[in-house]
């Protein structure tokens, strides 16, 4: 069984800062990547940033140079580094972890809201 613990969410005001963490575990769990996705109301999930090894990793353009992903590979942790927060960032956001066996895991979600 595998399990996400998400933490690091909250109420920020427009130009804050959060940072958002995801501590993976499991029998036998072998990481492909890890990532953050986000879903604001009535809006689908969508890709925040993702990163599968040191030199590759893909971020939503809504985010370029505002957010940082990065990861603990010995303590299977990825962290997500959100500067300059605007209101349109406001959203659950959703740990993702895609095993080597392509099998997707999701964490319980952290709520983000960004006031103006």
């Known amino acids: 069984q595998v399990q996400l613990v998400e933490s690091g969410g909250g109420l920020v005001q427009a130009g804050g800062s959060l940072r958002l963490s995801c501590a993976a575990s499991?029998?036998?769990?072998?990481?492909?990547?890890m990532g953050w996705f986000r879903q604001a109301p009535g809006k689908q999930r969508e890709l925040v940033a993702d990163?599968?090894?040191?030199?590759?990793?893909h971020y939503a353009d809504s985010v370029k140079g505002r957010f940082t992903i990065s990861r603990d590979y010995a303590a299977n942790t990825v962290y997500l580094q959100m500067n300059s927060l605007k209101p349109e960032d406001t959203a659950v956001y959703f740990c993702?972890?895609?095993?080597?066996?392509?099998?997707?895991?999701w964490g319980q979600g952290t709520q983000v809201t960004v006031s103006s």
């Open positions: 499991g029998n036998a769990l072998s990481i492909y990547s």
């Open positions: 993702n972890v895609v095993s080597t066996s392509m099998y997707n895991y």
């Open positions: 990163m599968s090894s040191p030199s590759t990793w």
